[in-house]
């Protein structure tokens, strides 16, 4: 057997644990030192920072889990004055949650659920967002992060959530919100903060942040880095290994000119996991009716196979940022960026569409592989700051965006790979089938895997132009109001055995939002706001599971870009001080012109859904020693003209109208809290539940619902030295955290315990 996969860096995560250990065993001896102290100057502007989520001129508290402002220039308003819901998850969350990926992350955050994959983007992250598929829709400070990934977090200072259509402020898609990545930049201050975790089932991390300033403290260097391996609790043979290095640089630190440069690398190497197959409602069912995953009776169970599957991911991001103050204001900021990431795999995916696992007790382990590249250049400009006009106050924010993307797609032949019967269990034809009850990832593979170079290359091209504008009406009302117009241009150009095909679609789409805010309170505000999004076809760019793809089939079809509206109304109270918020929205988002299925490969911009929610959360104090970072969704969804079922443009029966949208809880709830007993001694846990989720819009198959508990106690054992104990999924529940429309489901993690030493001076 012979395979080609993705060229990588030959460097070794392990030579990476080992640099991260020198470094923290000479900060060990540093420490006896005095600790740096926080020089960050006060009384003038604060230098360029991606990730500032503080108000300038007030000191922020770091352990907060408060946020009073998102790092983006595009909302020209404090979270408690923007007509929207927006969720910050801040560095202090992600720290006592143990999160060390995007999906841990927003466990946090209720209305959120993640989807599975079969072809373009099986194991990477796919968030929905109040029901809407929002994989293309994550943003790296505020610009556009699309891909392939499964993103980590260990150069992460915040995620912001933005729930609604959200066109006008990223572009296409959003039709459910949206989520933006905030970068660890320098700081005006030197530190180092390291530490290293080890667990349960062969866990073992290592990161490093050393934040360094130079040139009379005008410029200062930071660097993070990452060595992460694991196996996965309760899931046989599933291992996770990647590293990552996050070098930036920024000049003019406390002058009206900012430059930053920075660098992100991060790579992996998995023995990737598909999860368990569905099973079906009895032993003669041919078609999936309400079924839910059969593990043959053992949770434990993995259907891949060691000596066939592999995932290997990698992301390279270069940046290049220079912010000017023109006057104390109004600011010129210009962003470029270069992004390459690619993924390369062959995995499993335990197959049920020949009815093998009720009629034999038997799953094929069906082969899928990709091997893609996405590189993505975009140049951003943005002018912002406020003015008075005609006797109002306005804080304005307008910009100019031009992005090119490309992605090239091929794969590999894996032989024998043709659906078969399974009769005989036990590792037969060749490895291609197991047993459901007892499958052996060290099964031989007898077939082969050869390389494939056709595939599909598409490319996209993007330009917008858009202004935002806080309106302050009297002290009492503010207006919010934004406009956006973007042409999207993308061309998919396809060679395979039966020849070359060529698809084109240009787009152009105007997008708005507004806002009327009423504040009863200077620290609460009562508001009613409507935002649009446009989803145009192939707005993935040929990575992922694309609503509107760009295929042969589809030539003919009408394929304008699907239009979502989001009704809201809202209110946000800052209590205890200003120390805690809190917030309460009922919404009602309607999809309408969306793509479906008319007829045999012929499809319509026809369709409607539709989803009526409310959202509540508190962030922040309760008292000095008690914080929470809590929330609850209810979505209400439901598919008000379907079109008729079929995958890939084949027609089955049954109809979809009235059912509920996949990927979509109708009740969701989170709540993490810590209490700080002593100085030294916090104790904190969570409670994390989600509906059941359907997989697919026939309502035919869903994983149940399920609750998971969390806990954690940290004690700084001195002022340099912090241990921190996790243990997550306390009661070791089998649950299920992604649906996929047919198939399998893929299951969660066990019991996890981690202890974390930390170390910061």
């Known amino acids: 057997m012979s395979r080609t996969i993705l060229k990588i860096p030959a460097s070794s995560p392990r030579m990476l644990a080992s640099a991260i250990g020198v470094a923290l065993s000479a900060g060990s001896a540093a420490h006896l030192a005095q600790a740096a102290e926080n020089t960050e100057p006060t009384g003038e502007r604060n230098p360029i920072s991606l990730g500032a989520t503080n108000i300038t001129g007030q000191e922020q508290d770091n352990t907060s889990y408060q946020v009073e402002k998102a790092s983006s220039q595009k909302y020209t308003a404090p979270l408690v004055d923007t007509p929207r819901s927006v969720t910050v998850v801040p560095q202090q ?119 360094r300033q130079f040139l009379d403290d005008s410029a200062a260097f930071r660097l993070n880095l990452m060595s992460h391996e694991q196996n996965v609790a309760g899931r046989d043979a599933v291992n996770y290994d990647r590293w990552g290095v996050a070098p930036s640089l920024t000049f003019g630190l406390g002058t009206p000119t900012r430059v930053n440069l920075s660098y992100y690398h991060m790579e992996s190497d998995d023995l990737p996991d598909s999860g368990i197959p569905y099973g079906y409602g009895s032993s003669t069912a041919t078609a999936h009716v309400h079924d839910k995953p059969n593990d043959g009776g053992d949770s434990n169970n993995f259907y891949g196979l060691k000596s066939r599957d592999f995932r290997k991911t990698r992301a390279d991001i270069s940046t290049f940022s220079i912010e000017h103050d023109l006057n104390d204001n109004m600011t010129l900021k210009n962003t470029l960026r270069h992004g ?103 099964d031989a593979w007898n077939g082969s895997i050869a390389r494939n170079y056709n595939g599909t290359n598409t490319k996209a091209t993007s330009r917008a132009a858009y202004v935002f504008d806080t309106i302050e009406l009297d002290p009492k009302w503010l207006l919010n109001v934004g406009l956006r117009y973007d042409t999207f241009d993308t061309e998919a150009n396809t060679n395979a055995v039966a020849g070359r095909t060529k698809i084109k679609d240009d787009s152009q789409f105007f997008n708005w939002q507004a806002g009327l805010v009423w504040k009863p309170v200077e620290n609460a505000s009562i508001y009613a706001s409507y935002a649009t999004s446009a989803t145009p076809a192939g707005g993935l760019v040929g990575e992922g599971s694309d609503g509107n793809p760009l295929s042969a089939g589809a030539a003919t079809s009408d394929l304008q870009p699907e239009e979502t509206v989001n009704y809201e109304l809202g209110t946000k109270w800052d209590l205890f001080h200003d120390r805690l918020s809190l917030t309460a929205a009922v919404f009602r988002t309607e999809k309408k012109n969306t793509r479906i299925l008319v007829d045999a490969l012929t499809y319509q911009n026809a369709g409607e859904s539709q989803v009526d929610g409310i959202e509540l959360s508190a962030s922040g104090k309760i008292t000095d020693q008690w914080q929470v970072f809590a929330g609850y969704s209810y979505l209400d969804s439901e598919l008000v003209k379907s079109g008729l079922n079929g995958r890939n443009g084949v027609v089955s029966a049954g109809s979809s109208k009235g059912n509920q949208m996949p990927n979509t809880p109708k009740n969701s709830f989170s709540l993490w809290t810590t209490y700080e007993i002593t100085p030294k001694l916090t104790v904190g846990g969570g409670a994390f539940y989600v509906d059941e989720v359907y997989g697919d819009v026939g309502n035919t198959v869903y994983v149940p619902s399920y609750t998971r508990y969390d806990a954690m106690a940290s004690y700084k054992l001195t002022k340099n030295v912090d241990l921190q104990l996790n243990v997550q999924n306390l009661t070791d529940k089998t649950y299920y955290d992604k649906a996929f429309s047919t198939h399998f489901a893929n299951q969660a993690a066990g019991r996890t315990a981690l202890l974390t030493t930390s170390f910061h001076f």
């Open 93 to 211: 969350v992600l720290k006592d949650t143990a999160a060390t990926s995007l999906q841990d992350a927003l466990r946090t955050v209720p209305g959120i659920t993640f989807g599975a994959g079969e072809g373009g983007n099986p194991q990477g992250d796919r968030p929905f967002i109040r029901g809407f598929d929002a994989q293309g829709d994550t943003y790296l400070d505020g610009v556009r992060d699309t891909g392939g990934q499964s993103r980590e977090i260990f150069d992460i200072e915040s995620i912001e959530v933005s729930k609604g259509p959200n066109s006008s402020f990223g572009g296409r898609g959003s039709a459910g919100g949206s989520l933006n990545l905030v970068s660890k930049t320098p700081q005006a201050r030197d530190f180092t903060n390291g530490g290293f975790t080890y667990g349960s089932d062969q866990t073992r991390r290592y990161v490093l942040d050393v934040n």
């Open 340 to 442: 390459s990431t690619g993924q390369d795999y062959v995995l499993t995916q335990p197959d049920d569409s020949k009815f093998n696992v009720n009629r034999y007790g038997t799953v094929w382990r069906r082969a899928n592989s990709r091997v893609s590249t996405t590189t993505t250049t975009t140049n951003q400009t943005d002018l912002f700051g406020s003015f008075q006009a005609l006797g109002f106050k306005h804080t304005y924010s307008t910009g100019l965006e031009f992005t090119g993307e490309e992605t090239r797609v091929s794969g590999y032949t894996v032989s024998p790979n043709a659906n078969p019967v399974c009769t005989t269990p036990k590792g037969s034809l060749g490895g291609q089938c197991t047993s459901l009850s007892n499958p052996n990832p060290d």
